[in-house]
Nanobody
Framework: QVHLVESGGGLVQAGGSLRLSCAPSGRRGSIRVMGWYRQAPGKQRELVATITSGGNTNYADSVTGRFTVSRDNFKNTVDLQMTSLQLEDTAVYYC?????????WGQGTQVTVSS
């Protein structure tokens, strides 16, 4: 069973920065894709950013230029550096890991941006 441990959420003022981290534990196969999704109140869960084992990244248009996803293939960790945070970035952020056989989700970490 794979368990994703997330950290780094919290309360920040608009224009500020936060860094989220995620580390999987437990037995798993080779990890193909790691990344982050988010879900705001009353909205569907949406892609924020993903990164493949080869380093290819994919960002939502709304965060391009403000957020940076990175991973450590040795430690199998994935981070999300968020800058210039906006009120609209308030959401629960979920770590995501895709292996060749399964998809895994973290429990979510709250990010709240205040004015």
């Amino acid at each position: 069973q794979v368990h994703l441990v997330e950290s780094g959420g919290g309360l920040v003022q608009a224009g500020g920065s936060l860094r989220l981290s995620c580390a999987p534990s437990g037995r798993r196969g080779s990890i193909r894709v790691m990344g982050w999704y988010r879900q705001a109140p009353g909205k569907q869960r949406e892609l924020v950013a993903t990164i493949t084992s080869g380093g290819n990244t994919n960002y939502a248009d709304s965060v391009t230029g403000r957020f940076t996803v990175s991973r450590d293939n040795f430690k199998n960790t994935v981070d999300l550096q968020m800058t210039s945070l906006q009120l609209e970035d308030t959401a629960v952020y979920y770590c995501y890991v895709q292996t060749f056989t399964n998809n895994y989700w973290g429990q979510g970490t709250q990010v709240t941006v205040s004015s």
